[in-house]
């Protein structure tokens, strides 16, 4: 496995120049992109330049590897038989568990639920207020007429839609947070948003398509002041940098494989033990029962209590190679690389004619997600034109519109950096933006 030593990810020089911090071990760039086989393909005639990490990563052999030997020499059901292929399995399967624990600081393997996506996760917790509230469970996910969720404006849609949808199940008020024009979390009114009504405040650790990452404090505080959970959606923040659910202080947190080396169809919610405990199930069926009578069941403890039927076993065994990967790593390094290709992006996209940055423009409190729009040009066209030169980028709404919306924009051009991403690619990705201005003048 690829670990970190003290080559460098490429020369800073102009338009823009990255900071050198000698306390955190640089990333050999050249060895991690090494264990990328996808890295070994042309696009288009040009090599792969790879600017859509935010939607999803690629996988090292580190990952594909282990999947493979796992489907060839332990492919069985978990928990459901005593013969070797089965335990091995089961054994596999939970280790993963553990390893996901240990990575983000979970008090152990039982506050960690396997779901197939963050969105799931999500949806899993705003169904346990629903259950709860149908069937008189545990007041702390009791809601109605009254009661307020909080969410912020620079969601993605998949922590908007669920609270959408159970504010309509139980009469419950939706509210959010706004954005500065900054791109920041504007926390001017979160005494009166956070108030003694509201029951859960859920929102996103680092913006998929601002690049911002928010504070936690101020808001978790205030939460504890008034009774109310608090979720944070950690789908760009846990493949990017350090994250520690203790540290954070929040009760639920959801991030997703896929995203940070692993496969896709896997997902994590982490929850504080006690309050997993007194969540109803989300989906029933197998697996997740203690008895089942005709008159009735009753259900098996966290987490299995919220993994109905097959799980996704490789996956999840994807998903602890990944783990193993970023940590023989470091993400203490990651996050100061991405730092420093954040610090010579910013002002080298302020060198191409016409193109304005939607979001923070400095590489302070953000990631090295950036999105951007160019003057008369259609998102699409921009996508489409680098896509002929090998890089790829997204375009749209990145599943946020509401924060499109906020910043009066249809859609935006999407550049997401990862731990494979180089100096280099900002200047390729400046030539072909130069490229696209040339075509449509």
Excluded at 73 to 81: F, I, K, L, Q, T
Excluded at 274 to 291: T, Y
Aim: charged share 20%; net charge negative; aromatic share 6%.
């Amino acid at each position: 496995m690829t670990t970190t030593t003290t080559s460098t990810s490429g020369a800073p020089h102009t338009p823009g120049t990255a900071p050198e911090h000698a306390d955190v071990p640089r990333l050999d760039v050249a060895a991690i992109r090494a264990d990328f086989p996808i890295f070994n393909r042309t696009i288009n005639g040009h090599p792969l330049i790879y600017l859509d990490s935010g939607n999803t990563s690629q996988k090292p052999r580190q990952v594909l590897e282990v999947m493979r030997e796992h489907y060839e020499r332990h492919n069985a059901n978990v928990a459901r038989a005593v013969h070797t292929l089965g335990t091995e399995a089961t054994e596999a399967y939970e280790n993963a568990r553990a390893k996901v624990a240990s990575f983000i600081g979970a008090a152990g393997p039982a506050e960690v639920v396997f779901t197939k996506n963050s969105s799931e996760a999500i949806n899993l917790v705003a169904y346990a207020f629903s259950n709860a509230t149908a069937l008189g469970g545990d007041p702390r996910f009791r809601l109605g007429p009254g009661d307020e969720v909080v969410i912020t404006e620079m969601e993605h849609h998949s922590n908007i839609v669920p609270w959408q949808l159970l504010c309509q199940r139980t009469g419950a008020t939706l509210r959010w947070f706004s954005i500065t024009d900054e791109g920041r979390l504007d926390l001017s009114q979160l005494e009166e948003l956070i108030n003694e009504r509201t029951k859960i405040v859920s929102y996103v650790l680092m913006s998929n398509i601002l690049g911002t990452i928010n504070p936690t404090e101020a808001v978790v505080k205030r939460a504890r002041q008034v009774g109310a959970l608090v979720m944070l959606d950690a789908s760009q923040a846990v493949p990017h940098l350090p994250v520690n659910v203790a540290e954070l202080g929040v009760d639920f947190l959801a991030f997703t494989g896929h995203k940070m080396c692993g496969p896709t169809g896997i997902g994590v919610l982490w929850g504080r033990q006690e309050l997993l405990e007194v969540m109803p199930p989300f989906l029933g069926g197998g697996e997740m029962i203690e008895v089942v009578a005709m008159e009735g069941s009753t259900f098996a403890p966290p987490p299995h209590r919220f993994e109905a039927g097959t799980p996704p076993i490789v996956q999840a065994v994807g998903l602890g190679a990944a783990v193993d990967y970023l940590s023989g790593i470091g993400m203490e390094a990651i996050r100061q690389h991405e730092k420093e290709i954040a610090a010579y992006a910013l002002p080298a996209l302020e060198t191409v004619k016409g193109l304005r940055v939607i979001g923070p423009r400095t590489p302070v409190g953000r990631g090295a997600t950036i999105s951007f729009v160019l003057d008369g040009v259609h998102p699409h066209d921009v996508g489409q034109v680098l896509d002929s030169l090998g890089i790829a980028v997204r375009v749209g709404h990145h599943c946020a519109r509401p924060t499109c919306v906020r910043f009066g924009v249809p859609a935006t051009t999407r550049a997401s950096f990862y731990l494979y991403n180089t100096i280099e690619d900002v200047d390729a990705l400046i030539r072909g933006l130069d490229h696209v201005k040339r075509l449509f003048g």
